[in-house]
């Protein structure tokens, strides 16, 4: 069976210019959760999705970040006027859904290296 | 805020040694995540500890929970060169209700010496 799919896997663009970043979780996993990792740090949670809602936002570091999720699969994370600041990995997770109120096992996709020069 | 910390930030050993990882956090959490990265991309899962488990086993990992010291450790051994990569521990939090993502240290530099 497929994993967490990603794309693009790198990504260099110009400041101001927006990008779109893409997930396809694994088929079934209705949570899926986005994350930004900056060189050389852990792993920084920015948005969960429980189907296609999105409950609370406020882990996205600016209104400048968007993310949606259709049909309960793809989602994507839209990046506007970009700063140097976003350049980071920006890794997808999915799982199942939250049992009584835990988190299930997480799997990753493989990142997209965003480059903002 | 990243809650997790990793003890130490690099490890270099032997293979053939053991290697032991700590992980401190600062709130109640309804379990601890290990989870392995090579080269910066993307996480592998390597095992989760509930908050009322002691220790956990997975072939040649073994991870306790001290949650009176809100700690934990992942302990590798007979390491290998192919475990060289970097460890995050990570925290899901008992007020999450599971929908606030897992909470990340800033992982151990493991490098595993042929």
């Known amino acids: 069976g497929a994993g967490v799919s990603q794309s693009p896997s790198n990504k260099v663009t110009e400041k101001g210019k927006d990008v779109e970043l893409r997930c396809d979780p694994i088929?079934?996993?209705?949570?899926l959760y986005w994350y930004r990792q900056r060189l050389g740090q852990g792993l920084e949670f920015l948005i969960y999705f429980q189907g296609n809602s999105a409950p609370d936002k406020s882990g996205l570091p600016s209104d400048r970040f968007s993310a949606e999720r259709t049909g309960e699969s793809v989602s994507t994370l839209t990046i506007q006027r970009t700063q140097q600041e976003d350049s980071a990995v920006y890794l997808c997770a999915s799982s199942f859904s939250p049992l009584r109120g835990s988190t299930d096992t997480q799997y990753f996709g493989p990142g997209t290296r965003l480059t903002v020069l | 805020s990243q809650q997790g910390e990793e003890d130490p930030q690099a490890l270099s050993i032997q293979e053939g040694e053991n290697a032991t990882m700590n992980c401190s956090y600062k709130t109640s959490i309804n379990n601890l995540q290990w989870y392995r990265q090579n080269s910066g991309r993307g996480l592998v899962h390597l095992i989760l500890?509930?908050?009322?488990?002691r220790e956990k086993h997975s072939g040649r990992l073994r991870v306790t929970l001290d949650t009176s010291k809100k700690s934990s450790s992942l302990l590798i051994t007979a390491s290998r060169a192919a475990d060289t990569a970097s460890y995050f521990c990570?925290?899901?939090?008992?007020?999450?209700?599971?929908?606030?993502?897992?909470?990340f240290g800033k992982g151990t530099h493991l490098i595993i010496q042929p």
């Open positions: 500890i509930r908050s009322n488990e």
């Open positions: 990570a925290t899901d939090a008992l007020t999450g209700g599971g929908a606030d993502g897992l909470t």
């Open positions: 088929s079934g996993h209705t949570a």
